[in-house]
T-cell receptor, first 113, second 112 residues
Framework: GENVEQHPSTLSVQEGDSAVIKCTYS??????FPWYKQELGKRPQLIID?????GEKKDQRIAVTLNKTAKHFSLHITETQPEDSAVYFC????????????FGTGTRLKVLA | DAGVTQSPTHLIKTRGQQVTLRCSPK?????VSWYQQALGQGPQFIFQ???????QRGNFPDRFSGHQFPNYSSELNVNALLLGDSALYLC???????????FGQGTRLTVV
């Protein structure tokens, strides 16, 4: 069935370093890949997304890359700050047909000051 | 511009009871999806409503049902509650193509 694998489950980095979170999806019909940040006790917040016709997208310190052939996509956070500490979820969805998102299991990012 | 709002924020129910959760989508959004998020897990898709109809359903039993009203707000109903139904229930609204879904703050349901 449809599945999104996300690694690592936990990630600790020093403030100022980069963090990379990787996801793999199984449904070849997926063409939309959002990333959400969820702080403790709060709602998931959309931080960046990418569509399958684009290989890379950047927004300030955050970038996402997509390899459709390998069904991999990754979140890159540069110059990490303590406020980046949260759980990050990747998701895969389609913009036609089902419209549902399949979420990864989450990565708990801890930025050490 | 109000975002996605859910009510109630917290709820405690007894096994076997029924519960109704409510969601008002973000202004301009007409599609509502419901997700269940167990502690330490990613959100799991329950179903999605568009034009007052269930458009897609995840792997959840028929005890989970929903409704969408003409003003695009939505309800999630769960019958015959089980302890395992304890979770954060998230509502997400979006435009019809589903991109950029915005989540509500969730309803924390505890079944005892």
């Amino acid at each position: 069935g449809e599945n999104v694998e996300q690694h690592p489950s936990t990630l600790s980095v020093q403030e100022g370093d980069s963090a990379v979170i990787k996801c793999t999806y199984s449904d070849s019909a997926s063409n939309y890949f959002p990333w959400y940040k969820q702080e403790l006790g709060k709602r998931p917040q959309l931080i960046i997304d990418i569509r399958s016709n684009v290989g890379e997208k950047k927004d300030q310190r955050i970038a996402v890359t997509l390899n459709k052939t390998a069904k991999h996509f990754s979140l890159h956070i540069t110059e990490t700050q303590p406020e980046d500490s949260a759980v990050y979820f990747c998701a895969a969805g389609t913009t036609s047909g089902t419209y549902k998102y399949i979420f990864g299991t989450g990565t708990r990012l801890k930025v050490l000051a | 511009d109000a975002g996605v709002t859910q009510s109630p924020t917290h709820l405690i129910k007894t096994r076997g009871q029924q519960v109704t959760l409510r969601c008002s989508p973000k202004s301009g959004h007409d599609t509502v999806s419901w997700y269940q998020q167990a502690l330490g897990q990613g959100p799991q898709f329950i179903f999605q409503y568009y034009e007052e109809e269930e458009r897609q359903r995840g792997n959840f039993p028929d005890r989970f049902s929903g409704h969408q009203f003409p003003n695009y707000s939505s309800e999630l109903n769960v019958n015959a509650l089980l302890l395992g139904d304890s979770a954060l229930y998230l509502c997400a609204s979006s435009l019809p193509l589903g991109q950029g879904a915005f989540f509500g703050q969730g309803t924390r349901l505890t079944v005892v």
